[in-house]
């Protein structure tokens, strides 16, 4: 009875732990319906509407994602509804990682109200690729908790998981190409949390198995839907090119004089309206045929970017190093303002409970600023990859501020504008790293049980002895 009382004992604070999850869920899906969509969000919209055809300008898996979701449901709205479910029910399977591991209900409800924290909450409705990156790597670090308690014989159940969890590691990086930074120490985390101690032949099956889950689905989305190539990386170059080269430098440079007036008009222009990045939309004019769109003479951008940047190494590095800096110390829109103007009639559902989010995270941005600044997350990220602590959840707390870490600091090449939305992971791998490495102390180990092989044998000697022990005592008796 005893045993009994106890296991629905459990069970009622899972029960706990699933209401407060879903409560939280359906007044996140209210807040943002029908979801904050920036114009990069209302492009992507109009790709998987069929009203533009899709490009590679954003990875088009999340257009396609969107198209299929439209299909189901028959409203846009539904890729905002999906989001928030993902994300509560990662944290509700982390939440209840950490109740099996730790006994603590308000342990678990701290990892629940971490979703609700600013820092956090404020994208969680917005359509953007880094909020899918976020949560595909987020579900993929629940799973990986979850098979820290899995019974060493639950093979087909290890696999299962682990499959899942390739899944979303694949579109992790699919929907946005620097994920694979983040990316690869969750991925690490996963395979050291099924397996505890993998053979190389292990590691061998689960790295070829992710491997040709990227190749397979890039090369399946390039033939069937056929995105338009935009070379995008030609924006970061517009920045290096504009802001390391002198406007006597971009007179003389060897391409053609369409593009060199170009060049030179858009320096001059970055200079007059001090804008230190993200050109192409403020300085260049955008791409050749409209917005999102390939600029003209791609390959000589690119071949006056790789001969200049050789010759101008400080400068680069300078450039570099300064834009970084402001991405550390200077992070600007920690909150997307609901939807952009559009010719979708698509407006806010709720635009009363969205002044009152815009007020909690604006509030919090101004008296908490911490929540908000790269260089305190990238700090707390190399403090959890040294010292992850002890017990059942260090593993992954080294896993998760390796892979906050990694995502920070792969922005220094590449940053295009100094926003808060790019060290989102960061900032929730970290937060939920920091709970990890608080509740898991006093925990032992990782919690995996014995195979059962080895429980009953471990039965069959305990037996033998007590009936060895009762045989010598009745003869003494």
């Known amino acids: 009875m005893g045993h009994i009382g106890h296991f629905g004992h459990r069970w009622r604070r899972a029960w706990v732990l699933t209401v407060a999850a ?55 709205a539904s890729m905002a509804v999906l989001q928030a479910v ?46 899918h990156m976020a949560f ?22 290890r696999w299962a998981l682990f499959s899942l969890g390739v899944l979303f590691l694949v579109y992790a990086i699919l929907v ?45 989305i390039a033939a069937v839907a056929r995105p338009v190539k935009t070379s995008q990386v030609s924006q ?39 804008s230190l990045s993200d050109t192409y939309w403020t300085c260049y004019g955008r791409g050749e045929r409209g917005p999102f769109t390939a600029v003209a003479h791609t390959d000589q951008i690119t071949s006056l970017w790789v001969s200049e940047m050789i010759r101008h190494v400080p400068g ?32 806010l559902h709720h635009p009363r409970l969205g002044r009152a989010l815009q007020t909690y995270v604006d509030g919090a941005a101004r008296d ?13 990220a190399v403090v959890l990859a040294i010292r992850p602590g002890s017990g059942t959840f260090a593993m992954p707390v080294r896993a998760l501020g390796i892979s906050a870490a990694a995502y920070v600091l792969a922005y220094l090449p590449i940053l295009p504008v100094t926003n808060y939305r790019y060290m989102y992971w960061s900032a929730i791998a970290c937060t ?20 059962q092989r080895e429980v009953h044998g471990c039965q069959r000697r305990a037996s033998r002895d007590y009936l060895d022990l009762d045989r010598r005592s009745g003869s003494s008796r």
């Not at 993929?140 to 908790?145: D, K, V």
């Not at 970061?236 to 053609?256: F, G, N, R, T, Y």
Request: proline share 5%.
């Open 368 to 380: 908490l600023p911490v929540l908000f600044a790269g260089w305190f997350w990238l700090t707390i």
């Open 236 to 274: 970061i170059m517009l920045d290096d090119l504009l802001h390391v080269l002198s406007v006597k430098e971009l007179q003389s440079a060897a391409v053609s004089p369409s593009l060199r007036e170009r060049l030179v008009a858009a320096a001059k222009e970055c200079d007059r309206i001090n």
């Open 22 to 76: 879903a409560v939280c869920c359906l007044a996140t899906t209210l807040v943002f319906s029908p979801g904050y969509l920036s114009h990069d969000s209302l492009y992507q919209l109009k790709q998987a509407m069929g009203m533009e055809p899709l490009s590679d300008w954003h990875p088009p898996v999340m257009s396609l994602v969107w198209r299929a979701l439209i299909a189901v449901t028959g409203t846009p």
């Open 432 to 451: 939920v790293g920091v709970l990890l490495c608080r509740l898991g102390r006093g925990t032992t180990g990782v919690g995996v049980e014995p195979p």
């Open 316 to 347: 680069y590095l300078q450039y570099r190093l300064e834009l970084f800096s402001k991405f550390l110390f200077e992070p600007r829109y920690q909150y997307h303002p609901g939807i952009a103007a559009n010719d979708l009639q698509l407006e």
């Open 136 to 157: 595909a790597l987020l579900v993929t670090s629940a799973i990986a908790l979850s098979g820290l308690r899995l019974r060493a014989d639950r093979r087909a159940l």
């Open 176 to 220: 946005r190409k620097n994920a694979v930074f983040a990316a690869i120490p969750v991925f690490v985390m996963l395979v050291l949390a099924l397996w505890r101690k993998p053979a190389r032949r292990i590691w061998i099956v689960s790295t070829a198995a992710l491997a040709l889950g990227l190749v397979a689905s890039t090369a399946a």
């Open 86 to 131: 993902i994300f509560w029910a990662a944290i509700w399977v982390i939440a209840c990682c950490v109740q099996e591991a730790t006994v603590s209900r308000t342990g678990a409800l701290a990892v629940l109200g971490a979703g609700l924290l600013p820092h956090v909450l404020t994208f969680v409705g917005v359509v953007w690729k880094d909020v």
